[in-house]
């Protein structure tokens, strides 16, 4: 998502992305949120050390909290170096929060992150508001992501 040309322009470099996450998840709305780090985590995240998988965001009291992120450290791990795993909490506007963390506790929505990447210098997150698919929902995405390649096969050979 980097190498397109409006990214480019505003300063986007990816560090890491959830790539399951749209396949196990129906995406129903995006936000991007800054993250509360730690210097070497920022640094260990310019290194490109970090990985979404399993990663989520719950909301507790008025803020939202990033769980099972890692963001490895800088060089090699000192003694006091911080958790890898921590949670970390996401910067957001109260009303951003108010209304995600609603739709969390009464609809049973979840708050995945899709993308972890640096913006004019700020680390940021994308988070996505997502229902979990059944497995009729991910069967019939195999489906359609397979007619869509046969559809460009098809015209890529006249």
């Avoid at 506007?93 to 929505?109: L, N, P, T």
């Avoid at 994308?126 to 929902?137: A, N």
């Amino acid at each position: 998502m980097a190498d397109r040309q409006g990214d480019k322009a505003e300063g986007i470099r990816v560090v890491a992305q959830h790539k399951r996450a749209r396949f196990d998840y129906t995406v129903e709305e995006t936000l991007e949120a800054g993250l509360e780090l730690f210097g070497s985590e920022v640094k260990g995240l310019r290194h490109g050390s970090a990985n979404l998988t399993d990663s989520y965001a719950v909301p507790r009291g008025n803020e939202l909290y990033l769980l099972n992120a890692r963001i490895g450290p800088y060089g090699s791990p000192g003694p006091f170096s911080p958790d890898p795993t921590r949670s970390r909490r996401l910067l957001l506007h109260r009303a951003e929060i108010d209304r995600w963390s609603a739709k969390v506790r009464e609809r049973g929505y979840s708050i995945i992150p899709l993308m972890l990447y640096f913006k004019r210098g700020r680390a940021k997150v994308q988070l996505g508001l997502c229902l979990g698919k059944t497995h009729e929902d991910r069967r019939a995405s195999i489906r359609e992501r397979e007619s869509r390649r046969e559809i460009e096969r098809a015209l890529r050979r006249g």
